[in-house]
């Protein structure tokens, strides 16, 4: 197969066999803060972690620690290492599809190879880098594997409204029933979902496409099954009606009480957003997105799927969240808005494809030193992150920086 087709491949899987090496020398040795040791512990004994209940994620985590159970720690078995691994590797993938729309949007508007693939690879490699990312992606935590269904939502939307191939929208609706018990913020890829369906979709798809997001839905069936043998974490209690409704309702939690967006509260609630976002990539960095309309310009539907997603996991999700901005808070809610920093890793890498292709046109040497300046910018982030003594009992990077920039 004539891989000068396709610049996507060579991309994703060298972002994601890069990351996930990097992941794995940084990853946490053991249980960490938070909700670490509670959501081990359910894995461990297929039991039911925090509200909503994580089926997927739980059995998931299970057959990670399962896979990995010759992993001790000081002599002693360590479960925490395979789910510790398993959010390493999501984390991988997630940078990997990055690098993947980025080369296969540019290859498809017609970008050379080189081109399309420096720009998937430095935006995969800035987005695997990102302090909150790579914080992420080193622990016992949901986040990565929520951000690898997103991404491999907007994969496939893409295809789809590439292609005009209305078979993609069977797997998007599954992996909308399966998204929603990733994370309840997954309803916000709702939109992406329409505009697919309407641009690819017809009528007669409805009744299998409702089908498949119940089908993706069926995983819920766990939860009481798994409650129905007591194990040491059931939270809860979902073998009755009564107790799964108010797991999957989150019933503990506060009720949702959005901001409103009009208020100088919200105002500041995004100015927080907008500190945590510089505090991803630099303010050059993000001024590249900029020049990603020039890789869009005919392709308006696939431009409109981004900018909703984008707008979603900033404008409506920081109204939703409704957050006080004592820095306690938002060290607990930040994570909530890395897709929005993954979206905004994809535009960065189509301005930064956008560049390179002027660039080339200056000649071969002028072309692979802008090429090298490129991979240098996507790997700065990596010294400027790295804290060794941090990762020898944290792993990663992020767990305790400063959220004022």
Same mark, same amino acid.
């Given at each position: 197969?004539?891989?000068?087709?396709?610049?996507?491949?060579?991309?994703?899987?060298?972002?994601?066999?890069?990351?996930?090496?990097? *992941?794995?020398?940084?990853?946490?040795?053991?249980?960490?803060?938070?909700?670490?040791?509670?959501?081990?512990?359910?894995?461990?004994?297929?039991?039911?972690?925090?509200?909503?209940?994580?089926?997927?994620?739980?059995?998931?985590?299970?057959?990670?620690?399962?896979?990995?159970?010759?992993?001790?720690?000081?002599?002693?078995?360590?479960?925490?290492?395979?789910?510790?691994?398993?959010?390493?590797?999501?984390?991988?993938?997630?940078?990997?599809?990055?690098?993947?729309?980025?080369?296969?949007?540019?290859?498809?508007?017609?970008?050379?190879?080189?081109?399309?693939a420096v720009g998937g690879i430095s935006a995969g490699l800035l987005f695997a880098f990102s302090p909150f990312m790579w914080s992420q992606?080193?622990?016992?935590?949901?986040?990565?594997?929520?951000?690898?269904?997103?991404?491999?939502?907007?994969?496939?939307?893409?295809?789809?409204?590439?292609?005009?191939?209305?078979?993609?929208?069977?797997?998007?609706?599954?992996?909308?029933?399966?998204?929603?018990?990733?994370?309840?913020?997954?309803?916000?890829?709702?939109?992406?979902?329409?505009?697919?369906?309407?641009?690819?979709?017809?009528?007669?798809?409805?009744?299998?496409?409702?089908?498949?997001?119940?089908?993706?839905?069926?995983?819920?069936? *766990?939860?009481?099954?798994?409650?129905?043998?007591?194990?040491?974490?059931?939270?809860?209690?979902?073998?009755?009606?009564?107790?799964?409704?108010?797991?999957?309702?989150?019933?503990?939690?506060?009720?949702?009480?959005?901001?409103?967006?009009?208020?100088?509260?919200?105002?500041?609630?995004?100015?927080?957003?907008?500190?945590?976002?510089?505090?991803?990539?630099?303010?050059?960095?993000?001024?590249?997105?900029?020049?990603?309309?020039?890789?869009?310009?005919?392709?308006?539907?696939?431009?409109?799927?981004?900018?909703?997603?984008?707008?979603?996991?900033?404008?409506?999700?920081?109204?939703?969240?409704?957050?006080?901005?004592?820095?306690?808070?938002?060290?607990?809610?930040?994570?909530?808005?890395?897709?929005?920093?993954?979206?905004?890793?994809?535009?960065?890498?189509?301005?930064?494809?956008?560049?390179?292709?002027?660039?080339?046109?200056?000649?071969?040497?002028?072309?692979?030193?802008?090429?090298?300046?490129?991979?240098?910018?996507?790997?700065?982030?990596?010294?400027?992150?790295?804290?060794?003594?941090?990762?020898? *009992?944290?792993g990663g990077s992020g767990q305790g920086i400063s959220l004022d920039p």
């Open positions: 197969m004539d891989t000068e087709r396709h610049p996507q491949r060579s991309a994703c899987l060298f972002v994601f066999a890069f990351s996930l090496a990097l *992941y794995t020398l940084t990853l946490a040795p053991t249980v960490t803060l938070e909700y670490s040791g509670s959501m081990i512990t359910a894995a461990h004994h297929l039991g039911v972690p925090n509200p909503p209940g994580y089926p997927v994620w739980t059995l998931l985590a299970w057959l990670f620690q399962r896979v990995f159970g010759f992993m001790t720690y000081h002599g002693h078995p360590n479960p925490a290492w395979g789910v510790n691994f398993m959010s390493a590797f999501f984390g991988a993938l997630s940078c990997g599809l990055v690098a993947w729309i980025v080369s296969r949007t540019s290859r498809d508007a017609g970008h050379r190879f080189a081109v399309s992606s080193v622990i016992a935590e949901m986040v990565t594997l929520n951000v690898f269904t997103i991404l491999l939502f907007l994969s496939l939307a893409y295809l789809g409204i590439s292609q005009r191939d209305r078979r993609f929208v069977y797997p998007l609706s599954f992996l909308l029933g399966i998204g929603f018990l990733n994370s309840p913020t997954f309803v916000l890829m709702i939109p992406v979902y329409l505009i697919a369906c309407l641009q690819v979709g017809s009528w007669k798809q409805i009744p299998a496409l409702l089908g498949l997001i119940v089908l993706g839905l069926l995983p819920m069936i *766990y939860l009481p099954l798994a409650a129905a043998q007591n194990p040491p974490v059931n939270w809860g209690d979902a073998r009755t009606r009564e107790g799964f409704l108010h797991l999957i309702n989150r019933g503990q939690y506060e009720r949702l009480t959005f901001s409103d967006v009009l208020s100088l509260q919200y105002a500041e609630q995004m100015l927080a957003y907008s500190k945590l976002l510089l505090l991803q990539f630099t303010p050059p960095v993000l001024l590249l997105a900029s020049f990603s309309l020039f890789v869009l310009k005919r392709r308006t539907l696939w431009l409109l799927a981004l900018l909703l997603c984008l707008f979603m996991y900033t404008f409506v999700l920081t109204a939703g969240l409704n957050p006080e901005l004592d820095l306690q808070t938002l060290f607990i809610v930040r994570v909530n808005w890395i897709p929005s920093y993954a979206v905004m890793a994809i535009l960065i890498g189509f301005g930064l494809t956008q560049l390179l292709s002027v660039v080339s046109n200056r000649g071969r040497s002028v072309f692979w030193l802008a090429c090298a300046a490129a991979v240098l910018l996507s790997l700065s982030p990596l010294a400027a992150n790295f804290d060794p003594e941090f990762v020898k *009992y944290f």
